[in-house]
Structure formats: C-alpha cells, structure tokens
C-alpha cells in the first residue's frame, strides 16, 4: 500500500475536514484574499469564466470556491444525456449485476452506494454507472444530466478519504464508505437515475438546491446516522442543466442509469477531462 494511502487510515480526517469546513467559511479580509489568489494560481483556476471574476470581492474561501459560472460559459449540447460537472473520468460502464468498478482489484455493490437499500439498489441491476472527479480547479456546481423529478434524498455518513485517482486504487469500496448524500431522481424518457455526491478529506459540506435548511447544506451536521428525506408529494422537477447541487471544496460525483438506459459517448475514456453541457451519452 502507498504511503499517501496508508496515512489517511491513520490522520484524524473527520477533525481535519471539520476544521478546513470552518477556515473556509471564515470571513478574513485581506488574509482571505491572499488565499484565494494563492489557489487560482496553484490550481491555475480560469477566473475569466466566472460570473464575478474580482479576486478580492470573495468574503470567503467559500464562496469563491463555489463561484457560479458567467451566461454562456458552458454551452449545453442538445443531446440525451449531458456531462453534469467539469472533472475527469474516473470510471464509466456497465453494472455488473450489482458490482461497480472502481479500480483494477476493487469493486462495490449498488447498494452499499446508496446506503443499504436493496430495493432501490435493485432498479440498476446490469445497467450503467459513471464515476466523475472533480479536482480544486474545477468549478464545483452539479448540473441536471437530464430532466428529472426529484424522488428521495438519503444522507449516509462514512469516512472521509481522499477521493484522487490513487486513493480510488488502494482503498477498497472507497465510493461506498465514503460520506455522501444520495440523490434519486425519475424521468419519464430515461426511468430512475441517481447522483450520489461523496464526501471526501477537506471537503467541508454538500448542498442541494432544494434542501430547506441550513442554506441547502445537508452536512455538517454528521450525526453518524443515515437520514432520508422523501419528496414525492413535493413536485420537484429539474430540468437537464439546472444546478442541482455543489460542493464545498471539491468530491467525486457517482451516477447510476438503468439497464439499457443510455450509450456512452464513444469518445469517453478513463481519466479525460470533461466539461459541463457535453455530450455524456444518448439513449439507446
């Protein structure tokens, strides 16, 4: 095992992300300010595409890490099936029966993904998943991969291990024991899909656009219990490119599409870069 895996069994990550969850939530003026001009240069972050490009107007890390995107930057293809996020691939394919790939010698069933439940778990028996990365450069806002209405929402607590392409391959069942928050959706072209957001080391919080509380944020708190929230009297429907999530500091978004539900984008590869809006596959 790697030395940079075999540390994040060891380092106290639930107290480091709660500490890096306050620090980017603290209103520091110019120290701020400093941070953030620090990060877009180490990351290379293209502020050109922001919707408020001004550095120094950003209260908090927060708020500049979860930066909305200028009109037009992130043209949507007119497609089945849109890529979600900017990332990376970490992994995409077929289901088998219930084992999702992860990485050469790991695999993780569907239903430990999303916390046990067995009968949803059951509607994705042999049919398709992607595993996208979202690196600190990204921009970190969660897009509808297609039109959906909002069935559930189960947050499912876990560890909190770095979710980078090492990490996928020397922690078994990471995307399953990983924090996250289960989102299940219906659409009446596509059947369900789900998009599960994990957590990850540093990453402070998730929200949703539809979460009442709290701002949308669903965590903290962690009260290491599992919560589900139903929403099938509620009448929420997305449509395809309407935010439907983001992440305070960056993660790892999993999708799950029924059998014969979608065809890849025949140019999707392991670890290329995507962007919000492209083409991530059509219906079969």
């Not at 039109?147 to 979710?163: E, H, N, Q, R």
Request: glycine share 10%; with cysteine.
């Amino acid at each position: 095992m790697k030395m940079a895996v075999l540390l994040q069994y060891i380092l106290p990550k639930q107290s480091i992300t709660a500490l890096a969850g306050k620090l980017a939530h603290y209103h520091g003026g110019n120290l701020t300010t400093s941070v953030i001009k620090w990060f877009v240069k180490r990351y290379q972050v293209n502020m050109a595409e922001a919707a408020n490009p001004d550095i120094t107007s950003y209260k908090t890390f927060n708020e500049f890490f979860t930066r909305p995107l200028k009109t037009g930057a992130r043209p949507i293809a007119q497609v089945d099936f849109i890529c979600p996020v900017d990332g990376a691939i970490s992994q995409f394919g077929g289901i088998e029966k219930d084992q999702i790939f992860q990485a050469k010698g790991h695999t993780y069933s569907t239903t430990a993904l999303v916390g046990g439940d067995k009968a949803l778990a059951g509607k994705f028996e042999s049919g398709h998943f992607a595993c996208l990365y979202l690196s600190p450069k990204d921009y970190h806002r969660i897009h509808m991969p297609c039109d959906g209405i909002l069935k559930s929402m189960t947050y499912v607590p876990g560890a909190l291990f770095s979710v980078n392409p090492t990490t996928a391959q020397g922690v078994p069942g990471l995307f399953a024991r990983n924090e996250r928050v289960v989102c299940e959706f219906t659409s009446v072209q596509y059947g369900s899909f789900i998009m599960v957001l994990v957590g990850a080391t540093i990453v402070g919080s998730m929200a949703t656009v539809w979460h009442d509380a709290n701002n949308g944020i669903i965590n903290p708190p962690r009260t290491g219990k599992t919560k589900t929230w139903k929403y099938d009297d509620k009448n929420i429907s997305l449509k395809q490119g309407e935010e439907m999530g983001r992440f305070l500091l960056g993660s790892t978004v999993v999708m799950l599409f029924e059998k014969n539900a979608l065809q890849f984008n025949a140019n999707w590869q392991r670890a290329k870069t995507i962007r919000l809006g492209e083409l991530m596959g059509n219906n079969k």
